[in-house]
């Protein structure tokens, strides 16, 4: 927009990736899903993913990114800042500026996020009562059930592994009042206390 006869007004608030611009500004991808930054380059790149519902959004000339939904190797621009998978079934974490898997959340209530405006944080919980072998983990001893309820598998070397069959008729089960999960080996139930939710 030309403003007066010698000067001119670029609104960049929405930008492409590749695109040219300026070096410190920054924008949102046009479909909201990303904040964009002027790289080395003079062009738009990733600055984070932004796949959570409110997207990327400009207020007060200052940018919002909703990072709370990732995919794995989504950039992110703080180290440590968690985010949930599109389909809740883990939970990701900021490292070295991509999204990484660190846990399973196969349970039935998933993984899920909610902003809390008076801390000014968001609060995540991950229900890893269930999850699949091989799935990654973080906390050493960690117990959950399969997806079968055939087998309780425990975390070795952040990963779930099999450890016990659980073979009776009451399956691998959970008990999230008492944050306990239960084998029925058959031969007598064993009870673990699961890392929860």
Do not use: H
Request: aromatic share 6%; charged share 30%.
């Amino acid at each position: 927009e030309q403003t007066t006869p010698s000067t001119m007004q670029c609104d960049n608030s929405v930008a492409a990736v590749g695109e040219k611009c300026q070096m410190g500004e920054i924008s949102c991808a046009a479909d909201k899903k990303a904040v964009l930054q002027c790289g080395a380059l003079l062009k738009w790149e990733v600055q984070a993913a932004c796949k959570g519902p409110r997207g990327c959004e400009l207020s007060d000339n200052a940018f919002f990114c909703d990072a709370k939904v990732a995919a794995v190797d989504d950039a992110c621009d703080k180290e440590g800042n968690y985010a949930c998978a599109e389909d809740k079934k883990f939970i990701l974490r900021c490292d070295e500026s991509k999204f990484r898997t660190i846990a399973s959340c196969r349970g039935e209530d998933g993984c899920n996020a909610k902003e809390a405006p008076e801390t000014k944080r968001v609060e995540f919980w991950c229900d890893d009562w269930q999850a699949d072998e091989g799935d990654p983990c973080e906390r050493m001893d960690q117990r959950a059930c399969s997806l079968d309820k055939k087998s309780m598998y425990i975390c070795a070397d952040n990963k779930f592994t099999k450890d016990k069959a659980c073979t009776g008729p009451g399956g691998c089960s959970v008990n999230k009042a008492e944050r306990k999960l239960s084998c029925d080996t058959g031969k007598g139930v064993v009870a673990a206390v699961a890392a929860g939710v």
